[in-house]
């Protein structure tokens, strides 16, 4: 069982800087590949990054050179820095932790944090 509690949302005008967390529970924090997700109104889920246990990191196209994922694992969390922010990056942001089973898998998602890219 793992909870995750994202802070640092808000509103940021285009081409500002902001960062969110995700903390997670538990003692297997440093194992865990861990996603960031978005979701505008009305649209689809949206992939934005991920990071695995070994810090190797992936972006979605659409948000590479501007957004950059991280982790510090002696404080089981997650950062994701968003900068050179646009308008289309406003959505509410979603951290992920999917642990893989012999047979199936759990995802484990935050409460979600607004992030409004606004002047």
């Known amino acids: 069982q793992v909870q995750l509690v994202e802070s640092g949302g808000g509103l940021v005008q285009p081409g500002g800087s902001l960062r969110l967390s995700c903390v997670a529970s538990g003692s297997d924090f440093s194992i865990y590949t861990v996603n960031w997700y978005r979701q505008a109104p009305e649209k689809q889920r949206e992939w934005v990054a991920m990071i695995t246990s070994g810090g190797s990191t992936n972006y979605a196209d659409s948000v590479k050179g501007r957004f950059t994922i991280s982790r510090d694992n002696a404080k089981n969390t997650v950062y994701l820095q968003m900068n050179s922010t646009k308008p289309e990056d406003t959505a509410v942001y979603y951290c992920?932790?999917?642990?893989?089973?012999?047979?199936?898998?759990?995802?484990?998602w935050g409460q979600g944090a607004q992030v409004t890219v606004s002047s």
């Open positions: 992920n932790v999917r642990i893989y089973h012999k047979v199936g898998r759990t995802d484990y």
